[in-house]
């Protein structure tokens, strides 16, 4: 099992919902995962946020970051 630490310090859809997808597949693999918003990123710490903006692959933050909520995953601001 491997530590991994995803820092996300972008304002960005496409980022976020990369940060996010492989959070999630790290996590889902056993290992253990943290997440951490920094400068402009601190911005997805916001609950009211809409993410359900899709990128040009036709996924969005929404299909990740619920897993990681649910799953209790540290997301430090």
Not at 7 to 36: M, Y
Not at 54 to 74: A, F, R, S
Request: proline share 5%; hydrophobic share 40%.
């Amino acid at each position: 099992m491997a530590n991994f630490l995803f820092v996300l310090s972008r304002d960005d859809n496409e980022a976020a919902t990369r940060c996010f997808q492989f959070a999630k597949i790290a996590h889902s693999k056993g290992h253990q995962t943290d997440l951490f918003f920094i400068d402009n990123g601190v911005r997805w710490a916001d609950s009211a946020r809409d993410l359900s903006v899709k990128t040009p692959t036709g996924d969005c933050p929404n299909d990740y970051l619920p897993y990681l909520v649910e799953n209790q995953v540290p997301i430090g601001v």
